[in-house]
């Protein structure tokens, strides 16, 4: 060989190394899988869950029988503390180890994913919200980056009727680079969406219906080829193209309080203290089933917890974590619309979040307050489960080093490298949606 | 002396005095207006967008709305769409929504054609209404359907939701909504209803109007 075609060889190859992305797609991104996004809202307590503590060391104060109400509790098995007051037994599942909080979800323990320590510098509902599921801060009371659920449904979503429902969950579109189609469809509760799509049909008929989102299109189309800026109409037009599909009768009857109450007695609709959210995990099965959405956020509250109401704390996280154990078991016993043979569970990862953690100690009011460190739940095909990634200090349950060899040194995880991690778990390059963020390949199968 | 008086006079009287003559002023600079749009059109907010409703509609309040709009199902309670209309929701801490989505345009939808349908009943059925008494559908239905007439009274509804002349719109805006009408009043033409057939016509050109691209955008 000539050295002067040798030299052209390795400058080539050298060229093509280095125009292969950082973070390059190793598989096709799947477009049949689904999303669903859990908003804990109010700021968790992980020592009753995913991180417990049951001595008194350092600034901990544990659950005990004198601040936390047992009687709703399936899971707690006493132990002495000190004196006549009691605390709970840890929960030994394999490698993972949980508090009362956890409740039936335990049955599930091989399938999930814990992250502990999680980096949060900050104890704001809306910052730490936003932080949970955008990777940014706020910047003057706004969020500077789109959240997980609208980066998802950009990728995975846009063909589907309804890309990306928010039932009461906090996304964030933003960005100019994003298909419009990945919007979120934000609603206060399921019951909402029943009665925007239903119709009286006293006066106009549904063909009459079509008829006007039909010209109104028209309309849109025909001003976006006139206008200097046509995005806006365009949007328009496509909307209102997709609207006869949601307006058919099957559709609003589906989405009803009733009709989903109906169809999944499974959830403890009646439960008191996480809200009337759970509703959206029922429209999250129909919607899936009927093959309509790609993501779903909803929220599951009442856990903001700085007084006496911290005796429910542990009961309102076992209706959470009950909420998503019936979940999952839906999933599991539901068909997936278009891959004969698999199970919705086969094709659908699920992230749990909350604001921020609650404070070690009891304060005076005999609650907790915020505190800036937080737990996530995964469960997803692509995570490598039953087993618990990050830490955090014993005394004080601040992130501590997770050790997992970050490029820039040893430090906790953050919110920003779980939402890599989730995005680069569908071969989504996260550095489209992230400012900041390192993939923990040790997370992924 | 008087005759010597009078010469001094005239010999001393002033010239007549005449204008110069006018000229352009030499030219400057020209500079042309840049009148193209610089930022792109937005959603009106929520709350513009629900007075010019309720204005439109005979300057109710929201409640009236609410009331007048509800029978026959043809719309629920103001708090059932805060959050669908894009609102913000401080009983969910839901904040504003920035963006139009499908959702939305189903629940304007929803709301214009409650509006729409209840002003026909108050304007159009029975034709008892004066004129100046009516709060959308300020025409008569007397008469042949034609063109013409179908211009003079699309252009009332179009001035009122849209601010200008039909005749002035793009396209051929006055054909399709023409087109619009012909076909839902042939399609109701033997349905029972509560309205006549020509009425019901009428509340779809509404519906589609207050629904406009061009009443959502600014």
């Known amino acids: 060989m000539q050295r002067r075609t040798f030299l052209q060889l390795v400058g080539a190859g050298s060229a093509a190394l280095a125009a292969r992305p950082l973070f390059a797609a190793t598989q096709k991104a799947p477009a049949d899988q689904f999303f669903i996004f859990v908003h804990a809202s109010g700021g968790w307590d992980v020592t009753l869950w995913a991180d417990p503590r049951n001595e008194k060391k350092g600034l901990v104060d544990p659950a005990s029988t004198e601040n936390t109400d047992l009687a709703p509790l399936s899971h707690w098995k006493s132990t002495k503390l000190e004196g006549d007051v009691e605390t709970f037994t840890i929960l030994e599942a394999g490698a993972l180890r949980f508090g009362p909080g956890i409740g039936d979800l335990i049955d599930l323990h091989d399938r999930l994913t814990v992250v502990n320590g999680l980096a949060m510098n900050t104890v704001s509902h809306p910052d730490g919200t936003a932080f949970s599921c955008t990777g940014r801060h706020l910047a003057g009371g706004r969020s500077p980056a789109s959240s997980i659920d609208v980066a998802i449904t950009n990728e995975l979503g846009t063909a589907q009727l309804l890309p990306d429902v928010a039932i009461g969950f906090p996304s964030a579109y933003i960005g100019d680079h994003l298909d419009r189609r990945a919007i979120p469809l934000r609603i206060a509760n399921a019951g909402v969406m029943a009665k925007s799509l239903a119709r009286s049909d006293a006066y106009l008929k549904d063909d009459d219906r079509a008829a006007i989102t039909a010209l109104l299109a028209e309309e849109s189309h025909d001003l976006a080829g006139r206008s200097v800026f046509p995005e806006t109409f365009e949007r328009l037009a496509s909307q209102e193209e997709s609207l006869p599909h949601l307006l058919g009768n099957e559709l609003k009857a589906a989405f009803t309080p009733q009709a989903l109450q109906a169809a999944y007695p499974q959830f403890d609709y009646k439960v008191k203290n996480i809200g009337g959210g759970i509703l959206g995990a029922a429209f999250a099965v129909e919607a899936m089933k009927r093959n309509l959405i790609r993501t779903i956020g909803f929220s599951l509250g009442g856990l903001d917890t700085h007084n006496q109401n911290y005796k429910q704390q542990a009961h309102t996280q076992q209706e959470l974590f009950g909420t998503i154990s019936t979940l999952v078991k839906l999933l599991d016993a539901t068909p997936h619309p278009t891959r004969n043979g698999h199970k919705l569970a086969d094709s659908t990862h699920i992230l749990v979040f909350s604001d921020f953690c609650r404070t070690p100690q009891i304060n005076l009011s005999g609650g907790r307050d915020h505190y800036p460190n937080n737990s996530v739940l995964v469960i997803s095909p692509r995570f490598v489960s039953g087993k618990t990634f990050g830490k955090t200090d014993f005394e004080q349950v601040l992130p501590a080093d997770a050790g997992l060899n970050f490029s820039d040194g040893a430090r906790p995880i953050a919110p920003p490298d779980l939402l890599a991690t989730f995005l680069s778990a569908f071969a989504i390059e996260p550095r489209k949606y992230l400012r900041d963020g390192e993939v923990v390949k040790a997370m992924l199968r | ?218």
């Open chain 2, 1 to 218: 002396m008087k005759l010597a008086a009078l010469v001094v006079l005239v010999g001393c009287g002033a010239g007549a005095i005449t204008p110069s003559q006018t000229t352009a002023l030499p030219a400057h600079q020209t500079r042309m207006i840049d009148t193209t749009p610089k930022e792109r059109r937005r959603m009106v907010s929520p709350e513009v967008y629900l007075r010019a409703y309720l204005t439109w509609f005979g300057g109710l309040v929201p409640l009236d709305v609410q009331n007048r709009a509800r029978p026959k199902g043809l719309f629920d309670a103001w708090d059932d769409y805060l959050s669908a209309l894009g609102l913000p929701d401080y009983k969910t801490d839901l904040p504003r929504q920035t963006q139009s989505n499908t959702l939305m345009l189903a629940t304007l939808g929803r709301l214009g054609e409650a509006l729409c349908a209840r002003a026909a009943e108050h304007d159009l059925h029975g034709g008892k209404t004066p004129l100046d008494q009516r709060v959308v559908f300020a025409f008569d239905l007397d008469g042949a359907d034609s063109d013409e007439t179908f211009m003079d009274r699309f252009d009332v509804l179009h001035r009122t939701f849209l601010g200008y002349p039909a005749k002035l719109a793009p396209g051929e805006r006055v054909t399709k909504f023409h087109a619009l009408w012909t076909d839902v009043a042939a399609r109701h033409a033997k349905a029972k209803n509560p309205l006549t057939a020509d009425e019901t016509a009428w509340v779809a050109v509404c519906t589609a109007l207050v629904q406009h691209p061009e009443a959502e955008l600014y």
